[in-house]
């Protein structure tokens, strides 16, 4: 049985890091894939993830459309962090 506290803990440190590392939100399957996980567990944590606004999906998906204060595309925002936008 998954502890759903802890990893839904470990599927937004999986987000975040995709995020350092490539400037991008990561798909559902790329978080399943890094943590060992199937699919369902991961979207039913970002489901859970989306219910508490730690994250918004994409309307009628389990994929990710913002990460605070991350988006999966263009805005009218830009964040800079160690010399990428």
């Known amino acids: 049985m998954i502890d759903p506290v802890a ?12 995020i350092r590392e490539r400037g ?9 894939s890094r943590l060992g996980a199937a699919d369902a567990d991961v979207a039913a944590a970002l489901g859970r993830l989306g219910a508490a606004r730690a994250l918004i999906l994409r309307p009628g998906t389990s ?23």
């Open 24 to 32: 991008a939100v990561p798909s559902l399957s790329e978080v399943a």
């Open 63 to 85: 994929e990710i459309l913002s990460f605070n204060p991350f988006a999966a595309g263009p805005t009218e925002f830009l964040v800079r962090a160690a010399g990428r936008d």
């Open 7 to 18: 990893f839904d803990r470990d599927v937004r440190l999986i987000v975040a890091e995709c």
